[in-house]
């Protein structure tokens, strides 16, 4: 039985840690002093029109890339917001109760009863604060050295900077807290550029979760698939405007459940409509529009020129 679930937590870890090495490491940073930025401890000016250039030509099209070959894994296997967004939720789960619903892409505020206590308000309140200003820290990589970002942790921040970084810092940690408190995939359905290009550019002929309506008998209809799943989504009848972030969490819980009776779940990852995998597979690369592959790997040479130049 195929197992998803630990998979993708490494995928989201790793993620998360990448985040924190590429600039940490001095990889890539931003200089807004110089207007530039530092690869390798590099400096590239911003007015290198070839840098600038690629860089755009592959923030445009990288994303159309991915609707048409991977579909929506990102969103449920790597996305930083999603995985805050999933950790807050579970967590809210088990101090105010199952199917409890803080947030503001709920109906309403949903608490059982027997857990709508303060101490357990205050507990989740903390647990967001401590994480909150555990993220908030993150941005800084990103713009300065990792020696002045830990010497800002440590309370030894040169003074010229020590009101500027705190100010910035408390705006990062509200940011977050809010974030991770109430918005969490009100972003996600509402907001995220990302699944706005996936509504209008997205495919079915790419990596999607499919039910196999041909064997709908089997379907024990004991709804274990929709209450796994982290969008609340019911993966036996997905519409159009579901946002599904092909997590295969859904896929995980049909398996677990008809794997005690020795067969195989009702859902699966899959590409395309009909035909043999290899056909899908190929179906699905055969309607890559090959003016964007062009454009990206344009963009992915103008960008290497310009970092060497």
């Known amino acids: 039985m195929t197992t998803y679930h630990w998979k993708r937590r490494a995928v989201q870890v790793a993620t998360i840690f990448l985040i924190v090495l590429i600039p940490a490491s001095g990889l890539f940073r931003i200089d807004l002093t110089t207007a530039s930025f530092l690869v390798l401890d590099r400096q590239v000016l911003w007015s290198n029109f070839f840098l600038v250039f690629g860089l755009a030509l592959i923030t445009a099209t990288a994303p159309l890339l991915t609707y048409m070959t991977i579909g929506r894994v ?6 930083p917001q999603n995985t805050v967004a999933e950790w807050a939720t579970k967590l809210t789960h088990k101090i105010l109760g199952k199917r409890a619903n803080v947030d503001i892409g709920s109906d309403g505020l949903i608490v059982a009863a027997s857990k709508n206590k303060l101490l357990n308000w205050i507990i989740l309140a ?4 401590g994480v909150s200003m555990l993220l908030a820290i993150i941005p800084f990589f990103y713009f300065y050295p990792a020696d002045v970002v830990w010497s800002f942790v440590t ?39 990302y699944r706005i290009g996936q509504l209008i550019f997205g495919s079915k002929n790419a990596l999607h979760v499919e039910y ?6 089997d379907c024990a209809k004991c709804n274990y698939c929709s209450t796994s799943c982290v969008m609340g989504i019911d993966p036996t009848r997905f519409k159009p405007t579901d946002n599904c972030i092909s997590c295969g969490e859904c896929i995980d819980a049909c398996n677990r459940l008809h794997d005690k009776k020795g067969a195989s779940g009702l859902l699966r990852y899959d590409f395309g409509e009909g035909g043999t995998l290899s056909a899908r597979i190929l179906a699905a690369v055969a309607r890559i529009n090959l003016w964007v ?10 960008l290497l020129w310009g970092l060497l130049k």
Do not use: H, Q
């Open 74 to 79: 990102w969103c449920g296997w790597a996305c």
């Open 293 to 302: 592959v062009l454009v990206f790997l344009l963009g992915c040479a103008m």
């Open 212 to 217: 196999d309506t041909r064997r709908s008998e």
């Open 126 to 129: 903390l647990s967001f604060l």
């Open 155 to 193: 309370l030894n921040v040169d003074p010229k900077f020590s009101r500027f970084m705190n100010t910035l810092y408390f705006v990062f940690v509200v940011a977050v807290f809010l974030d991770i408190a109430a918005i969490r995939y009100f972003w996600c359905n509402y907001i995220c550029l």
